[in-house]
Nanobody
Framework: QVQLVESGGGLVQAGDSLKLSCAAS????????MGWFRRAPGKEREFVAG????????NYADSVKGRFTIARDNAKKMVYLQMNNLKPEDTAVYYC????????????????????WGQGTQVTVSS
């Protein structure tokens, strides 16, 4: 059974940094593509960043390019999202997601392309 648990969210000010973590209970974690998504109040879930199974390919939403960095540690079965220069519009619940890497090439951005989801962690950025 796949379980994803996010942590690291909180309340910060604009310009601050925050690092989210996702702990994955997946026996074959190194064969899974991982992604981060977010849902802001009143909006649909949107792609933030993705990383393929070996960490060699990453993908970012245009809105976070240059500010956010996704990384994974296959030995620890962890995926991270380093968020720098946070903006109020980054306020959302952030979700970790996983899918077997055999299903898609690279790190896809569609929410429907991921099979497993965490419960989310709240990130609030004040102006």
């Amino acid at each position: 059974q796949v379980q994803l648990v996010e942590s690291g969210g909180g309340l910060v000010q604009a310009g601050d940094s925050l690092k989210l973590s996702c702990a994955a209970s997946i026996a074959t974690f190194s064969t899974y593509t991982m992604g981060w998504f977010r849902r802001a109040p009143g909006k649909e879930r949107e792609f933030v960043a993705g990383v393929n199974s070996n960490g060699g390919t990453t993908n970012y939403a245009d809105s976070v390019k240059g500010r956010f960095t996704i990384a994974r540690d296959n030995a620890k079965k962890m995926v991270y999202l380093q968020m720098n220069n946070l903006k109020p519009e980054d306020t959302a619940v952030y979700y970790c997601a996983a899918v077997r890497s055999s299903r898609w090439l690279g790190a896809p951005s569609g929410p429907g392309m991921y099979d497993y989801w965490g419960q989310g962690t709240q990130v609030t950025v004040s102006s």
